[in-house]
T-cell receptor
Framework: AQSVTQPDIHITVSEGASLELRCNYS??????LFWYVQSPGQGLQLLLK??????LVQGIKGFEAEFKRSQSSFNLRKPSVHWSDAAEYFC?????????FGTGTRLTIIP | DARVTQTPRHKVTEMGQEVTMRCQPI?????VFWYRQTMMQGLELLAY????????DSGMPKDRFSAEMPDATLATLKIQPSEPRDSAVYFC????????????FGNGTRLTVT
């Protein structure tokens, strides 16, 4: 069965600093990988997805993620965070129509 | 901008009462999911439907939970009787049904059972 690990429960970053959120997956075949963001009181919104091809994928709001098969990782990055990026971020692996989510990383932005 | 609509947004009820949560998927989406989110367990898949037929409800406690799609525009999740451990945020999500298409989530129903 597939699984997703997000090792960082909570990360604090200064506004304008760079960001990297970690995600490791376990799946026997080529994974389909997603990053979602959840703002307080809201549902999850898709940031980006990886199906195949270029291992560096671009998403909305200036986010990108890199798929590294050798490390079973799909880390999310942003060069310069904004206060509005404060939220909870979820990595997910898809098998067919079903998604398995990681436990999430809460991002706090300090001025 | 098409959205998944969930009602109610908040529900407080007493233990033993019946709770019904509703979801209107995005028009044209034929696959609907119910997820539960808690601090301890994170996001758990409870059940999902394709073309209104239940495909997988293995994540759902069978004795008290039931999920249905009376028609293509409405999905319901019912808990009877409710228990304090059911307190969570329940999300509905819909998708067009193509393999590994991204899910579109509603804003959730926050359920508190006292």
């Amino acid at each position: 069965a597939q699984s997703v690990t997000q090792p960082d429960i909570h990360i604090t970053v200064s506004e304008g600093a760079s960001l990297e959120l970690r995600c490791n997956y376990s799946y026997g075949a080529t994974p389909y990988l997603f990053w979602y963001v959840q703002s307080p009181g809201q549902g999850l919104q898709l940031l980006l997805k990886y199906f195949s091809g270029d291992t560096l994928v671009q998403g909305i709001k200036g986010f990108e993620a890199e798929f590294k098969r050798s490390q079973s990782s799909f880390n999310l990055r942003k060069p310069s965070v904004h206060w509005s990026d404060a939220a909870e971020y979820f990595c997910a692996v898809g098998v067919g129509e079903k998604l398995t989510f990681g436990t999430g990383t809460r991002l706090t932005i300090i001025p | 901008d098409a959205r998944v609509t969930q009602t109610p947004r908040h529900k407080v009820t007493e233990m033993g009462q019946e709770v019904t949560m509703r979801c209107q998927p995005i028009l044209g989406h034929n696959t609907v999911f119910w997820y539960r989110q808690t601090m301890m367990q994170g996001l758990e898949l409870l059940a999902y439907f394709r073309n209104r037929a239940p495909l997988d409800d293995s994540g759902m406690p069978k004795d008290r939970f039931s999920a249905e799609m009376p028609d293509a525009t409405l999905a319901t999740l019912k808990i009877q009787p409710s228990e304090p451990r059911d307190s969570a945020v329940y999300f509905c999500a819909s998708v067009l049904g193509l393999e590994n298409s991204p899910l579109h989530f509603g804003n959730g129903t926050r359920l508190t059972v006292t």
